[in-house]
C-alpha cells in the first residue's frame, strides 16, 4: 500500500498568514493526489484534485502543487473559516490512502 | 437537492453483521463511481471501499477486504456496505461518499453525512 505523510501534523497559524502543508507519499503517484478540508463536527470537503485543480466554489487562497512524492497545500492567506484539519488522499492505486491530517489551529 | 444520505448504523456486537445504505438524490447516480470513507473516533479519515459505475471492479482497504461487501442498486439510486464479523476497531462513522467524473484523481466530491457504527461487547 502507498502510505501518506503530511507535516507538520498540527500548525498554529494567524488570521492573514500564509500556510503551506505537505504531503509526501512513499512511491511515486504522479498527480493522483486530492486534499480535504474537515471543520471540526463537519463532513469532509473537497479542495482540491489532481493536485492543482481547485474544486468548484473553493476560495482562491487555496493552492495546490506538487508531483511524484511531494505535494503542498497552500492558504495564502488564512481566513477565520479555515481553521480545520486537511488531509490529502492519493487515487495511483488502491487502497486509495489518506495522509494522517494536518490540525490547523488559531494561534 | 444534490445529497448522499445514509442510514443503518447502530450498536452491534463483536462478530455480528450490519448493513449500511446510502440513497443518493438529485443527480444521476449511475454515472458516477461511489466510494465508502470511514472515521474512528477523534482519528483521521479512513479509505475503506469503491465501487465502479458498473458494479465492477470492487476495491477494499486490506483491513476490512473479506469480511466488507460494497454493493449498489441503480434502481434505488442506492449505496450499500454489507459489514460482516465486525470488530472493535471498525467502530467509526461511515460515510458514503461520490467520485467526481471526469477526473482520473477519483476525488470524492460529494459525502453524506454519516452514520455511526459501534462494535462492543
Known amino acids: 500500500d502507498i502510505q501518506m505523510t503530511q507535516s507538520p501534523s498540527s500548525l498554529s497559524a494567524s488570521v492573514g498568514d500564509r500556510v503551506i502543508i505537505t504531503c509526501r507519499a512513499s512511491q511515486s503517484i504522479s498527480t493522483y493526489l486530492n486534499w480535504y478540508q474537515q471543520l471540526p463536527g463537519k463532513v469532509p470537503k473537497l479542495l482540491i484534485y489532481?493536485?492543482?485543480t481547485l474544486q468548484s466554489g473553493v476560495p482562491s487562497r487555496f493552492s495546490g502543487s506538487g508531483s511524484g512524492t511531494d505535494f503542498t497545500l497552500t492558504i495564502s492567506t488564512l481566513q477565520p473559516d479555515d481553521f480545520a484539519t486537511y488531509y490529502c488522499?492519493?487515487?495511483?492505486?488502491?487502497?486509495?490512502?489518506f495522509g494522517q491530517g494536518t490540525k490547523l489551529e488559531i494561534k | 437537492q444534490v445529497q448522499l444520505v445514509e442510514s443503518g448504523g447502530g450498536l452491534v456486537k463483536p462478530g455480528g453483521s450490519l448493513t449500511l445504505s446510502c440513497a443518493a438524490s438529485g443527480f444521476s447516480f449511475s454515472d458516477h463511481y461511489m466510494s465508502w470513507v470511514r472515521q474512528a473516533p477523534g482519528k483521521g479519515l479512513e479509505w475503506v471501499s469503491l465501487i465502479s459505475r458498473n458494479d465492477s471492479p470492487k476495491h477494499y482497504a486490506a483491513s476490512v477486504k473479506g469480511r466488507f461487501t460494497i454493493s449498489r442498486d441503480k434502481a434505488k439510486n442506492s449505496l450499500y456496505l454489507q459489514m460482516n464479523s465486525l470488530r472493535v476497531e471498525d467502530t467509526a462513522v461511515y460515510f458514503c461518499?461520490?467520485?467526481?467524473?471526469?477526473?482520473?484523481?477519483?476525488?470524492?466530491?460529494?459525502w453524506g453525512q454519516g452514520t455511526l457504527v459501534t462494535v462492543s461487547s
Open positions: 461518499a461520490r467520485v467526481l467524473s471526469g477526473s482520473y484523481s477519483r476525488p470524492l466530491d460529494l
Open positions: 489532481t493536485a492543482s
Open positions: 488522499q492519493q487515487s495511483y492505486s488502491t487502497p486509495y490512502t
